[in-house]
């Protein structure tokens, strides 16, 4: 079910003759698109502001300010260093392990921020949308885009990383894009999902930082996928792929590092079959209930 955004005009009550009254109505119309672009593209604006004013108040009245985006993932790659890299022996083939997880955690920390920050944007925003027209879709879109800053970071202090150790850089990296925009998508499929259900369901905000912390370690953030495959059958190796991150991260760790971290593609293109489900019964079931929000919220 689609709703198109229609203006009418209406003549107004017998109190005020001669004068119109100017309505909005929401009308269904069925089509194998959920969104209508078209209005997205005519408040791209307000997108550009959600994202500018996310970013500011992530970093305001914060003593640090943008080196958060440096911390959380730098001592974050420290501490698995010391207990996977230092005490379990986790291999990391030619690569330093530091590298190789700073790395992983590039596209883990945009995927993690943007989950966090995308279920909770509803209920954030539930003034303007209880007293505003605008398409709801742009508020869960801007809090993920809003992470983009994080990302850039991030991959500077990779750079420095890899310049310390001396790891060569790889024309791989060029392909890099490619599995961010599937980063990006995994981030809208979920977090579709995550900003509607958090709306009418609010144990949603507790439900998704313990998964964020899961995830973690259910992605080959802390180990590459080889180790793991290794340690177990096949067929679990491919249960375990099915994780859309885990494509991702490896992904970025073939990109940068070389053909040792390429991801395990059966099951990397089944994850994408998921990507895909995911992300259009997301979006579904967002413009479903997107009708709802102003009075449940």
């Not at 194998?32 to 500011?56: H, K, M, N, P």
């Not at 590039?106 to 398409?135: C, D, G, H, T």
């Amino acid at each position: 079910m689609r709703h198109d955004c229609i203006v009418e005009m209406n003549t107004a009550t017998e109190h005020s003759p001669g004068a119109f009254q100017y309505e909005r109505v929401l009308r269904p119309r069925h089509g194998l698109v959920a969104f209508d672009f078209a209005e997205l593209w005519r408040f791209r604006e307000l997108f550009g502001f959600l994202v500018w004013r996310d970013i500011l108040i992530r970093y305001k009245q914060t003593y640090l300010g943008i080196a958060w985006a440096v911390l959380q993932p730098l001592l974050t790659t420290v501490v698995f260093t010391v207990i996977f890299g230092m005490f379990a022996r986790v291999p990391s083939g030619d690569v330093p392990y530091a590298v190789m997880t700073m790395a992983a955690m590039l596209p883990w920390q945009f995927f993690s921020n943007a989950i966090s920050e995308s279920s909770n944007s509803l209920v954030a925003q539930s003034r303007m949308i209880s007293k505003v027209y605008f398409p709801r879709l742009i508020v869960p879109v801007s809090a993920v885009f809003s992470g983009v800053i994080d990302f850039l970071v991030g991959f500077v202090m990779l750079v420095g990383m890899m310049c310390w150790y001396h790891v060569p850089f790889r024309l791989g990296v060029l392909l890099l894009p490619v599995f961010m925009l599937l980063g990006v998508l995994v981030s809208f499929a979920v977090g579709f999902w995550f900003s509607a259900l958090n709306v009418r369901y609010r144990d949603v905000k507790y439900v998704v930082p313990f998964l964020t912390r899961l995830g973690l370690y259910a992605s080959s953030v802390a180990f590459p996928t080889q180790w793991v495959a290794s340690k177990v059958p096949e067929k679990w190796l491919f249960v375990y792929a099915l994780n859309p991150m885990v494509g991702v991260i490896d992904g970025f760790k073939w990109c940068i590092l070389g053909p040792a971290f390429q991801p395990y593609w059966p099951g990397f293109w089944a994850s994408i079959v998921i990507v895909l489900m995911l992300l259009v019964s997301g979006a579904y079931y967002f413009r479903s209930t997107e009708k709802t929000f102003a009075d449940v919220i």
